[in-house]
């Protein structure tokens, strides 16, 4: 059986957050609540009704973009997952989902990870893109 994809909810919540004259102030190492939508085939989707979900900010862009990593609470092995934990509970980053935002997708911080695990999950990104 397919999972069906509420497409048109998401597509109402779209001009909602593109009409934010406030996007969010953001670094390298946060994790946020983030909206990432309803997305295409095997592309990674935000959960609940506003379509969030943990990211990583990997790379602040500008001002205005960032680089992120999807994060996701089942434990999964593979090159392409890290693990690490947020808010108290064991998560795995997932660096084959990397993808730029525009900081009005951003919700709530989360935390901010320390230099070791976020200089880890920096240089197995690196790894697996090169």
């Known amino acids: 059986m397919e999972f069906v994809k509420n497409f048109v909810d998401w597509f109402g919540l779209k001009p909602v957050l593109h009409r934010n004259k406030k996007g969010k102030q953001f670094s390298q190492r946060e994790i946020w609540w983030c909206h990432l939508g309803s997305n295409i085939g ?47 509970k064991q998560a795995v980053v997932i660096l084959s989902q990397s993808k730029t935002i525009d900081r009005k997708r951003l919700k709530t911080r989360i935390e901010t990870i320390n230099e070791a695990d976020f200089n880890e999950i920096k240089q197995k990104f690196i790894d697996f893109i090169t």
């Open 42 to 88: 095997f592309e990674i989707d935000g959960k609940t009704s506003e379509y969030t979900r943990p990211v990583l900010i990997i790379k602040k862009i500008s001002h205005e973009t960032a680089l992120i990593l999807p994060l996701r609470t089942k434990t999964k092995n593979g090159s392409w997952y890290v693990p690490l934990v947020v808010d108290k």
